[in-house]
Protein backbone atom coordinates (compact mmCIF):
# COMPACT_ATOMS: atom_id res chain seq x y z
CA UNK A 1 0.00 0.00 0.00
CA UNK A 2 1.29 3.64 -1.27
CA UNK A 3 0.44 6.38 0.94
CA UNK A 4 0.72 10.08 0.22
CA UNK A 5 0.52 13.34 2.33
CA UNK A 6 0.94 16.71 1.94
CA UNK A 7 3.50 18.29 3.93
CA UNK A 8 4.11 21.98 3.29
CA UNK A 9 5.03 24.20 0.23
CA UNK A 10 7.13 27.40 -0.13
CA UNK A 11 6.95 29.82 -2.77
CA UNK A 12 10.53 31.87 -3.28
CA UNK A 13 9.92 33.50 -6.25
CA UNK A 14 12.96 35.26 -8.59
CA UNK A 15 12.41 37.95 -10.77
CA UNK A 16 15.17 40.27 -13.06
CA UNK A 17 16.16 41.65 -10.16
CA UNK A 18 17.33 38.74 -8.35
CA UNK A 19 15.12 38.56 -5.13
CA UNK A 20 16.18 35.28 -4.14
CA UNK A 21 18.25 36.34 -1.18
CA UNK A 22 19.93 34.58 1.79
CA UNK A 23 17.14 34.51 3.95
CA UNK A 24 14.78 32.81 1.32
CA UNK A 25 17.74 30.30 0.38
CA UNK A 26 18.01 29.54 4.22
CA UNK A 27 14.56 28.73 4.49
CA UNK A 28 14.30 26.29 1.28
CA UNK A 29 17.20 24.75 2.93
CA UNK A 30 15.09 24.32 6.30
CA UNK A 31 12.52 22.96 4.44
CA UNK A 32 14.19 20.58 2.33
CA UNK A 33 15.73 19.43 5.78
CA UNK A 34 12.82 18.01 6.67
CA UNK A 35 10.74 16.31 4.62
CA UNK A 36 11.06 12.90 2.19
CA UNK A 37 11.33 14.39 -1.23
CA UNK A 38 11.50 17.25 -2.70
CA UNK A 39 10.34 19.72 -5.96
CA UNK A 40 12.12 22.42 -7.00
CA UNK A 41 10.82 24.66 -9.59
CA UNK A 42 12.80 27.13 -11.44
CA UNK A 43 12.83 28.67 -14.96
CA UNK A 44 12.08 32.26 -16.67
CA UNK A 45 9.22 34.92 -17.21
CA UNK A 46 8.37 37.12 -19.54
CA UNK A 47 10.68 39.18 -18.94
CA UNK A 48 13.47 36.97 -19.90
CA UNK A 49 11.45 35.43 -22.63
CA UNK A 50 10.53 36.96 -25.72
CA UNK A 51 9.92 37.87 -28.83
CA UNK A 52 12.30 40.50 -30.29
CA UNK A 53 15.02 40.80 -27.49
CA UNK A 54 18.43 38.71 -26.79
CA UNK A 55 19.35 37.54 -23.80
CA UNK A 56 21.92 38.39 -21.94
CA UNK A 57 23.26 35.17 -21.22
CA UNK A 58 22.10 31.41 -21.49
CA UNK A 59 22.11 30.60 -17.50
CA UNK A 60 18.81 30.81 -15.39
CA UNK A 61 18.04 34.16 -13.91
CA UNK A 62 19.15 35.24 -10.34
CA UNK A 63 20.29 32.44 -8.10
CA UNK A 64 18.19 29.36 -9.09
CA UNK A 65 20.95 27.00 -9.54
CA UNK A 66 22.58 28.22 -5.98
CA UNK A 67 18.83 27.57 -4.65
CA UNK A 68 18.90 23.75 -6.77
CA UNK A 69 22.31 22.73 -5.25
CA UNK A 70 21.44 24.37 -1.82
CA UNK A 71 18.70 22.09 -1.56
CA UNK A 72 20.02 18.87 -3.10
CA UNK A 73 22.82 19.59 -0.54
CA UNK A 74 20.28 19.15 2.16
CA UNK A 75 18.67 16.25 0.88
CA UNK A 76 21.60 14.27 1.43
CA UNK A 77 20.69 11.64 -1.07
CA UNK A 78 16.62 11.47 -0.91
CA UNK A 79 14.63 12.33 -4.19
CA UNK A 80 14.50 15.56 -5.62
CA UNK A 81 12.41 16.68 -8.91
CA UNK A 82 13.61 20.07 -10.46
CA UNK A 83 11.20 21.25 -13.04
CA UNK A 84 12.21 23.86 -15.36
CA UNK A 85 9.84 26.43 -16.93
CA UNK A 86 11.55 27.75 -19.37
CA UNK A 87 11.45 28.65 -23.39
CA UNK A 88 14.44 28.26 -24.52
CA UNK A 89 17.69 26.01 -23.50
CA UNK A 90 19.62 26.90 -20.48
CA UNK A 91 23.31 26.36 -19.15
Known amino acids: ETTASFI???????SRSDTLNDTMLASAEEAA???DACVVVVGTDGHWESEGQDQPHMRLP???NEL???VAAKL???PLV??????????
Do not use: I, T
Not at 8 to 14: D, I, M, P, V, Y
Open 76 to 78: DGR
Open 33 to 35: AAV
Open 68 to 70: VER
Open 62 to 64: GRQ
Open 82 to 91: VVLNVGSPKE
Open 8 to 14: GASFLGC
